[in-house]
């Protein structure tokens, strides 16, 4: 059995079909990626992965059982911006969830107890290359080394599962290459199943294993809403050829001006 099984999952909202008849099954240890025009369903995707939507027909499993209907500490996410709150230093930031789950009301734990999370964060810290930077407060870093430590803090409870929504789309290129480096060490070290949105298709190439396109196969222009993006292409990242990136691209771009028509 496959680690993760997707069968004729849909996502509406309302009259809208945002997702439809989406079938698929993911490997432990695959690195997902995902791409298609914006506003077709990427994100609702990711969001039914980590929990805080519910498909509205089919079935997401976890291990043969329906994905838990809320966060836990399976499965870690990362988003392009605002993962990480303003008013906690790094180390903090990442202490975070180990004293919530220790302390729900107060947030906050002592002793040995918090000297053994904030050994445990530090350690997180250094494997993302924050190590300078432990009392530094979110605004004091710079875009890069913020998703650094959104992906420390993703990553501090030891998920399975990291869900990535487009996590480096606002960084500069030569930033952005550091940042491959670090989540493919992490997804090799961790031993991490990854779904990462993208809108680069070449970050797509890549870093997965396995690239979604996200697509809507009937589109009509007076009411979009009327059918789901699916899955037109499931990619073993690496064996395809130019012509295949073409085509993808073409048809993505198309979908994408109808959508923001
Ligand atoms: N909570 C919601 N209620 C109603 N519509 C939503 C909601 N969340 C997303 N949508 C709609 O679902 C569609 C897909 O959105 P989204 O998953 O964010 O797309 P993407 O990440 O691919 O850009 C959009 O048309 C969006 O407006
Ligand atoms: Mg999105």
Known sequence: MAAIEIKNLWKEYGQDVVLERLNASVEEGEFVTVVGASGCGKT???KMMLGTESPTRGELLLDGKPIPDEPDETRGIVFQRYSVLP???AVEN???AGELESSPWLGRVFGAKRRALREQAEEMLASVGLDQALRKYPHELSGGMQQRLAL???LIKKPRILLLDEPFGALDPGIRRDMHELVLDLWREQDLTVFMITHDLAEGFFLGT???VFDKERLDPQTPGSY????TYDLPVGNSDKGTLQSISQS???TARVLSA
């Open 44 to 46: 609702t995707f990711l």
């Open 87 to 89: 008013h906690l230093t």
């Open 94 to 96: 990442v202490m975070l």
């Open 152 to 154: 420390a803090q993703a």
């Open 210 to 212: 396995r690239m979604w």
């Open 228 to 231: 789901g993006a699916r899955i």
């Open 252 to 254: 993505v771009d198309s």
